[in-house]
């Protein structure tokens, strides 16, 4: 009895001693920070193995603290989250014209719902598809329908005052290749100068080019260059029948300074027009290529009532896009996914199929009042519904069609479809913006569409998409007091979390059942992404998925590490110094202990 007694005063005594956390920093990341004039109350860490409760070092960790781009692990791991790994962005075109003998007698409109990876390579697929359907010359306007975000606001120059740089390019639901112009500078040895390249071509940019090619390193290559930009926005029209471009959206880049030889081929990417002038170019360039012509204006405006869709366009899925936010910490892309969490339905998210009979109550309560027609359940699945998959890019049933023409296989009953007699064709119209109904049905069957497509009608704002993180935090007992999100990007400097709040969401993510896209989505050290050139040549090379952040005053990074025996762990290492750009030895320091030493 005295032995029992005895053992188990001391497991209760020791217990707590098994899950002593350090707070002191090892002492080759202490040497790093000293090395780089980084005081060590200017650094917050955590280390946390996924299998265990409690921290295995924390210094300073409950610091709220700005994380610059390891934001973007929070708004990855909410969207995988809330939306799915397969989850898929739409950008729908219609027409309010016909088509007759390849020309389009009317207006194309391209309705945008914040694809983040609508590039160059995609927009061209866009137009392609809309060249195989039969069209060549677009008589009408092209109108851009950008409405599913709440316009933007923000000064592009706000940030560093660097208002072309494409890392403050604005979000929209409507964004064609990030408004992005591509200027790659090739080296030729044998005349000694820098031949610079411009990808796309945007009919309004004069560029000189006075570069001189020179010997020696790389290095920031960048500062080694300037340019001058001159670039306004106003009133924007253009067409291919004679209308002419407004003079104060021309764009001129003027490049002065030196550029290495041993730089190879970089890319400068600069933003310099609006949104619509810019789609406007792109469009018309690549329209022309595929033989087409548009012979309006282009505009923004809003979808028209009376529209029909001709198709939809689909995004790579989440799980790809979260790759391309993380790998190379894209600033633009981040801001996309974080609206579109603020554009979703509220709490309760009614499921595909409540949309689906909210769809058919209202349209239905809209047959018995004001028309006879038959109910919408004798109607085709494919024409009764708009299509429940985001990006079917299928075109649907003309705009048009009778009772009659509906293939009688394709009725759900099986059954011969009614005489086409029995209701005037005018009665109903089935139209691939949502199947077949009374005109007077619209406003109902949307309402049910843009639930089955889990989105809300009311515009998306950061204030939304915030709100939308943190009760989904709420909803897994994460509760983070100190986090401030502005546009879950990082590109901020009033964003905060801490490092054992961080932590504790990696550890989360590692649980969840979308672990394998979240992690895959992280840069992995000495090979691929902003970790590329990190931990080469050591131990830890490849056994670690970190996200790193730098601003100005600011270095970070956040994820993973596995140790020699196979246990994994979050880390968090968070500095906010003037020095801070000098942290990555210690930053490194920290990955090469926590992979020996546990």
Aim: proline share 7%; with cysteine.
């Amino acid at each position: 009895m005295t032995k029992f007694l005895i053992f188990s005063i001391c497991f209760f005594l020791c217990a707590p001693l098994a899950h002593a956390t350090k707070t002191a920093l090892p002492a080759p990341v202490a040497n790093a920070l000293k090395q780089a004039n980084i005081p060590a109350t200017a650094v917050s860490v955590c280390v946390h193995a996924v299998n265990k409760p409690h921290p295995s070092l924390a210094h300073n960790a409950d610091s709220s603290m700005n994380p610059a781009s390891v934001m973007k692990l929070v708004t990855a791991y909410a969207a995988l989250d809330l939306l799915g790994p397969a989850y898929t962005w739409t950008t729908e075109i219609y027409t309010d014209g016909k088509i007759e003998n390849e020309m389009l007698d009317g207006n194309l409109i391209l309705k945008g719902y914040g694809d983040p990876k609508l590039n160059h390579e995609n927009f061209w697929k866009l137009l392609r598809r809309l060249r195989q359907m039969g069209v060549r010359d677009i008589k009408g306007d092209l109108v851009l329908d950008g409405s599913h975000f709440s316009p933007a606001i923000s000064d592009p120059a706000a940030f560093d005052r660097k208002p072309h740089r494409a890392y403050n390019v604005s979000p929209e639901a409507l964004l064609v290749n990030h408004k992005i112009v591509a200027l790659q500078f090739v080296p030729q040895a044998e005349t000694g100068s820098v031949r610079v390249l411009v990808d796309p071509v945007p009919e309004t940019l004069k560029l000189t080019n006075n570069l001189k090619l020179t010997d020696g390193k790389c290095g920031e290559w960048r500062d080694a260059l300037q340019a001058d930009i001159v670039a306004t926005n106003g009133a924007f029209n253009n067409s291919d029948n004679g209308g002419k471009k407004s003079a104060d959206h021309s764009a001129s880049v003027t490049l002065n300074g030196s550029y290495a030889a041993a730089c190879g081929e970089k890319s400068l990417l600069l933003s310099l027009h609006d949104n619509t002038a810019y789609t406007d170019t792109l469009f018309r360039n690549l329209w022309r290529e595929q033989g087409g012509a548009l012979h309006g204006k282009t505009r923004s405006g809003k979808l028209p009532e009376a529209a029909r869709l001709l198709f939809r366009h689909e995004s790579p899925p989440l799980g790809e896009i979260v790759r391309d936010i993380n790998k190379y910490s894209n600033n633009i892309m981040a801001r996309q996914v974080f609206l579109t969490l603020g554009a979703a339905p509220p709490t309760p998210v009614l499921s595909p199929a409540s949309g689906r009979e909210l769809e058919r109550g209202k349209a239905e309560e809209h047959r018995r009042k004001n028309v006879d027609q038959p109910p919408i359940d004798s109607l085709p699945l494919s024409l009764a519904l708009s299509p429940p998959g985001r990006g079917d890019t299928s075109v649907l049933s003309p705009p048009d069609v009778a009772l009659s023409d509906v293939p009688s296989k394709h009725w759900l009953s099986g059954k011969e479809p009614p005489q086409a007699t029995a209701y005037p064709a005018n009665a109903v119209r089935c139209t691939a913006f949502v199947g077949c109904r009374h005109e007077r049905d619209r406003e109902a069957v949307a309402s049910g569409r843009a639930l089955e497509r889990g989105q809300s009608n009311t515009p998306a704002t950061e204030a939304l998409a915030s709100t939308a993180v943190k009760n989904w935090l709420s909803t897994k007992k994460l509760n983070f007091p100190e986090l401030v999100l502005e546009n879950g990007s990082g590109l901020s400097r009033i964003e905060r979390i801490s490092a054992r709040h961080l932590g504790l969401l990696l550890n989360d993510a590692f649980r969840s059942a979308v672990m394998p896209e979240f992690i895959a989505s992280l840069p992995i050290a000495a090979a691929d992404g902003t970790m590329k050139k990190r931990l080469a040549d050591t131990p830890a090379a490849r056994q670690a998925h970190i996200k790193t952040g730098y601003l100005e005053g600011v270095k970070t990074l956040g994820g993973y590490v596995r140790d020699k025996n196979g246990e994994r762990h979050s880390v968090v290492f968070f500095i906010s110094h003037p020095n801070a750009a000098n942290g990555d030895a210690a930053m490194d320091a920290l990955l090469e202990w926590v992979y020996n030493s546990q």
